[in-house]
T-cell receptor
Framework: TQLLEQSPQFLSIQEGENLTVYCNSS?????LQWYRQEPGEGPVLLVT?????EVKKLKRLTFQFGDARKDSSLHITAAQPGDTGLYLC??????????FGKGNQVVVIP | ETGVTQSPTHLIKTRGQQVTLRCSSQ?????VSWYQQALGQGPQFIFQ???????GRGNFPPRFSGLQFPNYSSELNVNALELDDSALYLC????????????????FGQGTRLTVV
């Protein structure tokens, strides 16, 4: 059973378009992290959200943490081919162990 | 680059063999976690080491074991390898200070790709 459900699992868009991917759970987390992973590499941390309702921006990426701290979204504005990758969300639980979703595979076509 | 290094980067083993994977944590970090990422899946928590002791374990059998050394580097050992153990094994390190707000975020190494044939 996956603690965190990410949707859509796969998304292909044209360069310049906007996209939003989602991370949902029935559990409450003390914090939630978003990573981007490229093939054969380890996940690279993008952002950590802690407070319910929090919004963080990282250049063209906007991350939002739900009010109840159970879900999150990632919005990319004017996607670039360099945004291609697997986006993983992870909730921090006891002992700060991370519970990951399966990821959102994003492909941006030039 | 995160400062977390793993070795080897790739490994091929035969079913039934044993394997040891290594992780050097980022300078200043005292906690190491190991994750298994099968193809098409998110990373799954195996266990975590803090100050040389295991302090958290996921749903993995006892043939998955580990060590943490005084310099906070770590090893993951897997005995009696099975075909389903083929995966990317990820190590993540962070600093755990014991006080609220003193913990840092986890940073991952590039992983070891294990193939069991």
């Amino acid at each position: 059973t996956q603690l965190l459900e990410q949707s859509p699992q796969f998304l292909s868009i044209q360069e310049g378009e906007n996209l939003t991917v989602y991370c949902n759970s029935s559990s409450v987390f003390s914090s939630l992290q978003w990573y981007r992973q490229e093939p054969g590499e380890g996940p690279v941390l993008l952002v950590t959200v802690v407070t319910g309702g929090e919004v963080k921006k990282l250049k063209r990426l906007t991350f939002q943490f739900g009010d109840a701290r159970k879900d999150s979204s990632l919005h990319i504005t004017a996607a670039q081919p360099g945004d291609t990758g697997l986006y993983l969300c992870a909730g921090a639980g006891g002992n700060n162990r991370l519970a990951f979703g399966k990821g959102n595979q994003v492909v941006v076509i030039p | 680059e995160t400062g977390v290094t793993q070795s080897p980067t790739h490994l091929i083993k035969t079913r039934g063999q044993q394997v040891t994977l290594r992780c050097s944590s980022q300078s200043g970090h005292n906690t190491v976690s190991w994750y298994q990422q099968a193809l098409g899946q998110g990373p799954q928590f195996i266990f975590q080491y803090y100050r040389e002791e295991e302090n958290g374990r996921g749903n993995f059998p006892p043939r998955f074991s580990g060590l943490q050394f005084p310099n906070y580097s770590s090893e993951l050992n897997v005995n009696a390898l099975e075909l389903d153990d083929s995966a990317l094994y990820l190590c993540a390190s962070r600093y755990a200070g014991g006080r609220i707000g003193s913990n840092t975020e986890a940073f991952f190494g590039q992983g070891t790709r294990l193939t069991v044939v």
